[in-house]
């Protein structure tokens, strides 16, 4: 059943009070932030159950300039919670004036109050309200004396430590996409809108889908394998080339370009969801446009070789 989503916390219908939240960004809606889910559900499982997360993340309000590092955005996260069972998810907008609002009023005003929570669940190192001066411990008594419930959730972790947002980044800017999908649950995935670009991949032989990183982290620069879902819910295998085409011209903004293997089709406007499986090779510039026609022919057929060998539906999540 798929979520349903509110971003107004003054104004929530009915239906969707008494529930039981977990708190965070959710960035990537990874093991850990299912481990949470999870814990909260097994703990109050008579109840609906809900995620209380922030639109933009915090760190984009605060240090604007920050290269983009988003795992998932809006859309994307929105799916990643649904697919975990969550019923609602409390989509706060995070402006400068949210900001300001004290630890005290956003447990009573937001979260009893605008939400009418029943129960809560946290990590335990989460923070809030005005220069993150709200903690676990004072979220503890707050939530007591409304008789709100409250779950404090230990990380979960592997050998290397608790799964988190910041580890599947650095992955991704290493070049293991196949790493990092093991720690999300699934393949990691950029969300976008097809945007007309030079039209030399066409030009090429090899036509492709453009859209723009944007807020999404920039992964290491390559040709990946990828899986492409459609807005119509259909998925294509395809090779994409993620940053700045040096044969072609040294511009300075990456982007994604994805060539769709097996499909034939105007895509302008649509909007993909492509899929990162594995970094097939580093970029690289090549002497002339016949050498990298060349090349690109050699990645699609490692691409597909690759995905007809592995699995590419989303990989259960092990809480």
Not at 54 to 71: A, I, K, S, V
Not at 84 to 89: E, I, K, R, Y
Not at 129 to 152: M, Y
Not at 275 to 295: I, P
Request: aromatic residues 8%; proline residues 5%.
């Amino acid at each position: 059943m798929k979520a349903h989503l509110h971003t107004d916390w003054r104004n929530i219908p009915d239906t969707a009070r008494g529930a039981v939240a977990a708190l965070g960004n959710f960035d990537g809606v990874h093991l850990g932030h299912a481990h949470l889910v999870q814990a909260l559900h097994t703990a109050r499982p008579d109840r609906k159950l809900a995620v209380v997360t922030f639109e933009p993340h915090p760190r984009e309000l605060f240090r604007p300039q920050d290269p983009p590092f988003r795992l998932t955005l809006s859309q994307e996260r929105f799916a990643a919670l649904s697919a975990l069972g969550v019923q609602h998810v409390f989509q706060i907008g995070f402006d400068r004036e949210f900001s300001a609002m004290s630890a005290e009023d956003f447990v009573t005003r937001v979260l009893h109050e605008g939400l009418g929570l029943h129960h809560v669940a946290c990590g335990m190192d989460f923070a809030f309200g005005h220069r993150r001066r709200g903690n676990v411990a004072f979220l503890a008594e707050r939530t007591a004396e409304l008789g709100i419930g409250l779950s404090v959730v230990p990380p979960l972790s592997d050998a290397l430590g608790p799964y988190s947002s910041s580890r599947i980044r650095r992955l991704l800017q290493d070049g293991y996409p196949e790493r990092a999908a093991e720690e999300l649950g699934r393949p990691w995935s950029i969300r976008g809108v097809v945007q007309h670009g030079d039209k030399r991949g066409r030009l090429l032989g090899f036509p492709t889908a453009n859209i723009a990183l944007g807020r999404h982290l920039e992964p290491a620069r390559g040709v990946y394998a990828v899986s492409v879902r459609m807005a119509d819910g259909g998925v294509y295998p395809g090779v994409a080339n993620i940053g700045r085409r040096p044969t072609i011209n040294d511009g300075q903004e990456s982007r994604l370009e994805v060539h769709l293997l097996g499909f034939s089709g105007d895509l302008y406007g649509q909007t993909l969801s492509v899929a990162l499986h594995t970094l097939l090779r580093a970029e690289r510039r090549f002497d002339g446009l016949d050498a990298l026609k060349e090349q690109i022919a050699r990645d699609c057929k490692q691409a597909m070789a690759y995905l007809s060998t592995h699995e590419f539906a989303p990989i259960s999540a092990r809480t």
